[in-house]
């Protein structure tokens, strides 16, 4: 299910790396987690991890918007959800759903609706070098990710990620009494484009905020060390620059990413991030300060010479399978990955050698996933993105979820395995169309 590759070179250029560094191990998707970062676990808690849980659903609340794309718990169990493409904030509770308003969004709509006119770059007579996927891809601009402040109850800052297709931003936010008040811009001048913003946000452990930006369609940037383009940064929370960061002067954390769609801390402090790849393989890696990894020179294991950090799992991505992955959350017992294509999480079980065994959690007709988070409550919640526009490869049929195909050749069936195909894909195509919602699961060993 989990499939590795050990030689994934796509191009025999070697590119500068950032920090060369020990690169993880990563064989049969097994990584010890004593390589997961420059601190070992802090307890021995992963020995009880069950090879196997159950999910079960115990919440389901439709957010009421299209183009779901970032959510965010707030303290009273409420969660709040961006609409990409509409520029919306709404709080979904249980007792129902609140559209937000205010000056501050007003502000970020402003900028997502209203990029700047940019001239055309004169031509040079040599043509930048794209990926397979680098075609034009639907204008992508929007609301991405949302966090709330460390400090909320005290200050009431919602931090979020805007893009316009041409540059992005972070902005601060003060929300009090269902309206956005005041707006902060923390960073301007990120790099976008028409797809691969990046977007993710969130606060990690040390108390920092981060944020991944996308290669904006110019893979080459996300190797060079004057561009944020294809990096995870790391800020203060008013947008300084940390004085721990890797380089001076810089908000970069990571480099040499196609396009980090979502990330999350384990309780040792590691950092885990997913990303889909173009053509070759998706990654789960985890993020060590001045690490690169490898984009676009290396898709998937087998940087090591090369001087880059292999990801921790990667998923071997073919004409009809692509796990596609949209988010991650770490529990204490297991790593759980979103699938956009793949209609499913993935469950990776924590031992104290490392990931143990991989187990395929197939969680109902909810159709793409995308945003995953750990509730305060210790609970999995997961944000469905049926209604997306995202430009993604779409997979002929989910990873590990094969619903027989409709055989061809005629349009009446005749045999009872041909209805039940053809009920299978009307089924599947009813499932995709669904309205999109926070689904929480409890997890029983």
Same mark, same amino acid.
């Not at 389901?60 to 493409?85: H, I, M, N």
């Not at 990667?314 to 692509?322: G, K």
């Given at each position: 299910?989990?499939?590795?590759?050990?030689?994934?070179?796509?191009?025999?250029?070697?590119?500068?790396?950032?920090?060369?560094?020990?690169?993880?191990?990563?064989?049969?998707?097994?990584?010890?987690?004593?390589?997961?970062?420059?601190?070992?676990?802090?307890?021995?808690?992963?020995?009880?991890?069950?090879?196997?849980?159950?999910?079960?659903?115990?919440?389901?609340?439709?957010?009421?918007?299209?183009?779901?794309?970032?959510?965010?718990? #707030?303290?009273?169990?409420? &969660?709040?959800?961006?609409?990409?493409?509409?520029?919306?904030?709404?709080?979904?509770?249980?007792?129902?759903?609140?559209?937000?308003?205010?000056?501050? #969004?007003?502000?970020?709509?402003?900028?997502?609706?209203?990029?700047?006119?940019?001239?055309?770059?004169?031509?040079?007579?040599?043509?930048?070098?794209?990926?397979?996927?680098?075609?034009?891809?639907?204008?992508?601009?929007?609301?991405?990710?949302?966090?709330?402040?460390?400090?909320?109850?005290?200050?009431?800052?919602?931090?979020?990620?805007?893009?316009?297709?041409?540059?992005?931003?972070?902005?601060?936010?003060?929300?009090?009494?269902?309206?956005? &008040?005041?707006?902060?811009?923390?960073?301007?001048?990120?790099?976008?484009?028409?797809?691969?913003?990046?977007?993710?946000?969130?606060?990690?452990?040390?108390?920092?905020?981060?944020?991944?930006?996308?290669?904006?369609?110019?893979?080459?940037?996300?190797?060079?060390?004057?561009?944020?383009?294809?990096?995870?940064?790391?800020?203060?929370?008013?947008?300084?620059?940390?004085?721990?960061?890797?380089?001076?002067?810089?908000?970069?954390?990571?480099? @040499?990413?196609?396009?980090?769609?979502?990330?999350?801390?384990?309780?040792?402090?590691?950092?885990?991030?997913?990303?889909?790849?173009?053509?070759?393989?998706?990654?789960?890696?985890?993020?060590?300060?001045?690490?690169?990894?490898?984009?676009?020179?290396?898709? @998937?294991?087998?940087?090591?010479?090369?001087?880059?950090?292999?990801?921790?799992?990667?998923?071997?991505?073919?004409?009809?399978?692509?796990?596609?992955?949209?988010?991650?959350?770490?529990?204490?017992?297991?790593?759980?990955?979103?699938?956009?294509?793949?209609?499913?999480?993935?469950?990776?079980?924590?031992?104290?050698?490392?990931?143990?065994?991989?187990?395929?959690?197939?969680?109902?007709?909810?159709?793409?996933?995308?945003?995953?988070?750990?509730?305060?409550?210790?609970?999995?919640?997961?944000?469905?993105?049926?209604?997306?526009?995202?430009?993604?490869?779409?997979?002929?049929?989910?990873?590990?979820?094969?619903?027989?195909?409709?055989?061809?050749?005629?349009?009446?069936?005749?045999?009872?395995?041909?209805?039940?195909?053809?009920?299978?894909?009307?089924?599947?195509?009813?499932?995709?169309?669904?309205?999109?919602?926070?689904?929480?699961?409890?997890?029983?060993?």
């Amino acid at each position: 299910m989990a499939d590795t590759h050990s030689n994934t070179l796509r191009r025999t250029t070697k590119r500068r790396t950032w920090l060369h560094v020990a690169a993880l191990a990563c064989v049969c998707g097994l990584v010890p987690i004593a390589t997961w970062g420059t601190q070992g676990p802090e307890t021995s808690d992963y020995s009880a991890s069950p090879a196997g849980v159950t999910l079960t659903r115990i919440a389901s609340e439709p957010v009421g918007l299209k183009d779901p794309w970032g959510a965010t718990q #707030l303290p009273d169990g409420s &969660w709040l959800v961006t609409s990409r493409s509409a520029v919306t904030v709404t709080q979904v509770a249980a007792s129902g759903n609140t559209e937000l308003s205010g000056p501050a #969004l007003d502000d970020v709509r402003s900028f997502v609706f209203n990029p700047p006119q940019v001239e055309a770059p004169a031509t040079s007579g040599e043509q930048e070098e794209k990926d397979a996927d680098s075609e034009p891809s639907p204008d992508e601009a929007g609301l991405y990710g949302i966090a709330v402040s460390p400090q909320y109850s005290e200050d009431g800052y919602i931090y979020a990620f805007a893009s316009n297709g041409t540059t992005s931003r972070i902005y601060r936010l003060h929300y009090s009494g269902n309206r956005l &008040w005041e707006s902060t811009v923390i960073v301007d001048n990120l790099p976008a484009g028409a797809g691969r913003n990046g977007g993710a946000l969130g606060f990690g452990s040390d108390g920092y905020l981060y944020a991944s930006i996308g290669d904006a369609g110019k893979p080459r940037l996300a190797g060079d060390l004057e561009s944020l383009a294809g990096k995870i940064i790391r800020l203060g929370a008013d947008g300084s620059y940390p004085a721990t960061n890797p380089l001076t002067s810089s908000l970069m954390w990571s480099a @040499g990413h196609r396009n980090v769609t979502g990330f999350t801390w384990s309780a040792d402090g590691v950092m885990l991030a997913v990303e889909p790849g173009a053509d070759y393989a998706d990654e789960l890696n985890v993020i060590q300060a001045g690490h690169n990894y490898g984009w676009p020179d290396i898709e @998937g294991t087998g940087g090591e010479a090369a001087g880059y950090t292999d990801p921790a799992i990667s998923w071997l991505r073919t004409d009809s399978h692509a796990v596609d992955p949209s988010g991650v959350a770490v529990t204490g017992e297991g790593i759980y990955v979103a699938s956009y294509s793949g209609e499913r999480m993935w469950r990776y079980q924590l031992t104290t050698a490392g990931l143990g065994q991989v187990q395929s959690l197939e969680i109902g007709a909810n159709g793409r996933l995308g945003a995953i988070a750990v509730a305060y409550s210790g609970d999995v919640a997961v944000l469905t993105a049926n209604s997306a526009t995202r430009s993604v490869h779409t997979a002929k049929t989910p990873y590990d979820l094969l619903p027989p195909e409709t055989p061809t050749g005629g349009t009446t069936p005749d045999t009872d395995a041909e209805k039940d195909a053809q009920a299978a894909t009307k089924a599947r195509t009813a499932m995709l169309k669904a309205p999109d919602r926070i689904v929480t699961y409890k997890i029983t060993p």
